[in-house]
């Protein structure tokens, strides 16, 4: 069985990306566009191996998404956070308790050696 990843992205073209990237490794993968979704999709289509997630999204950001994540559902899943550089917002996630910080623009190779890493079992 393939390992089952969870993708929040608002771009939908980085989304498309990543999405290819990791079916491309041999990964299965669930994507939503915000936080909310992202926690719906939790909820509704889990469990996951590891989630990968932005920062700066609408409706509910990926800092508010990781503490939720933290609290409320499996808090030993793997959240890896793909996002554009901003120091303040990197804090943020990291305090909240995102694993791995990769910066966009990201190297597909070097994604899936830490989707890799991380990823466990449900």
């Known amino acids: 069985m393939a390992a089952r990843i969870l993708v929040v992205e608002d771009s939908c073209e980085i989304q498309e990306i990543v999405r290819m990237t990791l079916e ?19 909820q509704a289509q889990g469990p996951f191996h590891l989630v990968l997630t932005d920062l700066d999204m609408p409706v509910m950001n990926g800092v508010d998404f990781i503490r ?6 499996d808090a030993k899943i793997p959240i890896l956070v793909l996002t554009a550089e901003i120091p303040e917002l990197i804090e943020k996630a990291v305090a909240a308790g995102a694993n791995k910080v990769i910066p966009k623009p990201f190297e597909p190779i070097q994604l899936m050696g830490d989707i890799a890493r991380f990823a466990r079992n449900p």
Do not use: I, K, S, T
């Not at 990964?27 to 566009?33: R, T």
């Not at 939720?68 to 559902?73: E, L, N, P, T, V």
């Open 68 to 73: 939720f994540c933290r609290a409320d559902h």
């Open 24 to 42: 491309f490794g041999g990964y299965e993968v669930v994507c939503a566009g915000n936080g909310r979704e992202g926690l719906d999709a939790l």
